[in-house]
């Protein structure tokens, strides 16, 4: 994709490169039993989306952690959760892959295309969970998707890239957890029909990656509850896919 902005979105930051290499080459590796799979359907440039379907908060870790450096990777979050306090917005626009948002505005808001349109065009790469939840419960299925990724690829065209986890719910020292990388769908722009029609087929396209749910082995699983906990559970209950 030509760049249309003077921002390289793709380049990586010192910052980053630190933090990547501390999250994904000592944290994530020491902590689980990590297996990716279809690195290579990675497209070599940025200008894309990639969409995963979402089991706890290590998704997009692993996605920023084994996911070449560059293209950056770019999540989108509200504003309020991190610029404030003053510790988050400090890392955040160091490290940065972060795209802001007023939450009251919603997923589809004028201002939120342009920033990810900037972004793709700018060589990044846009990172989505189109469930719009974290899932209660692995199952090997996932939840029906939000408009705002088919809303995304046909306003910009940007092919979609489908991520399939496993394991990353229920988290113990040494578990097993799988990422799997699918083929590109290619992108095309267009109207609510093509963004139907791109929902559509990322999301049977992400069914057919997931394998089914990991079986929980017997015998004790050490730190299960405080993984569990730190990386999965909040107040609130989540949907279950069935």
Same mark, same amino acid.
């Given at each position: 994709?030509?760049?249309?902005?003077?921002?390289?979105?793709?380049?990586?930051?010192?910052?980053?490169?630190?933090?990547?290499?501390?999250?994904?080459?000592?944290?994530?590796?020491?902590?689980?039993?990590?297996?990716?799979?279809?690195?290579?359907?990675?497209?070599?440039?940025?200008?894309?989306?990639?969409?995963?379907?979402?089991?706890?908060?290590?998704?997009?870790?692993?996605?920023?952690?084994?996911?070449?450096?560059?293209?950056?990777?770019?999540?989108?979050?509200?504003?309020?959760?991190?610029?404030?306090?003053?510790?988050?917005?400090?890392?955040?626009?160091?490290?940065?892959?972060?795209?802001?948002?007023?939450?009251?505005?919603?997923? $589809?808001?004028? *201002? /939120? +295309?342009?920033?990810?349109?900037? !972004?793709?065009? #700018?060589?990044?790469? %846009?990172?989505? =969970?189109?469930?719009?939840?974290?899932?209660?419960?692995?199952?090997?299925?996932?939840?029906?998707?939000?408009?705002?990724?088919?809303?995304?690829?046909?306003?910009?065209?940007?092919?979609?890239?489908?991520?399939?986890?496993?394991?990353?719910?229920?988290?113990?020292?040494?578990?097993?957890?799988?990422?799997?990388?699918?083929?590109?769908?290619?992108?095309?722009?267009?109207?609510?029909?093509?963004?139907?029609?791109?929902?559509?087929?990322?999301?049977? $396209?992400?069914? *057919? /990656? +997931?394998?089914?749910?990991?079986? !929980?082995?017997? #015998?004790?699983?050490? %730190?299960?509850? =405080?993984?569990?906990?730190?990386?999965?559970?909040?107040?609130?209950?989540?949907?279950?896919?069935?």
């Amino acid at each position: 994709m030509v760049a249309a902005t003077s921002r390289n979105y793709a380049k990586a930051t010192i910052a980053f490169r630190v933090v990547r290499f501390i999250v994904a080459k000592i944290i994530l590796k020491i902590l689980f039993r990590i297996k990716i799979e279809g690195l290579e359907n990675l497209p070599k440039e940025g200008g894309y989306i990639l969409a995963g379907n979402h089991l706890s908060w290590v998704d997009p870790f692993l996605m920023l952690g084994y996911f070449p450096t560059e293209p950056r990777i770019y999540f989108i979050a509200a504003r309020e959760e991190v610029y404030h306090p003053a510790w988050r917005r400090f890392f955040t626009e160091r490290v940065g892959g972060v795209i802001p948002i007023e939450r009251d505005k919603g997923g $589809a808001s004028r *201002e /939120l +295309l342009n920033l990810v349109k900037e !972004t793709l065009e #700018g060589g990044g790469v %846009l990172g989505m =969970f189109p469930e719009g939840d974290v899932s209660g419960r692995e199952t090997g299925k996932i939840l029906p998707f939000k408009r705002g990724l088919g809303f995304f690829a046909a306003a910009t065209g940007a092919p979609i890239v489908p991520v399939a986890f496993s394991g990353t719910k229920e988290l113990w020292v040494r578990r097993p957890i799988r990422m799997i990388v699918g083929k590109p769908i290619p992108g095309r722009k267009g109207g609510k029909e093509v963004s139907a029609t791109m929902t559509e087929e990322t999301a049977a $396209a992400l069914l *057919e /990656l +997931l394998p089914p749910p990991m079986p !929980t082995p017997p #015998g004790r699983k050490f %730190l299960y509850k =405080f993984l569990t906990n730190l990386f999965t559970q909040e107040v609130k209950e989540h949907p279950t896919p069935e």
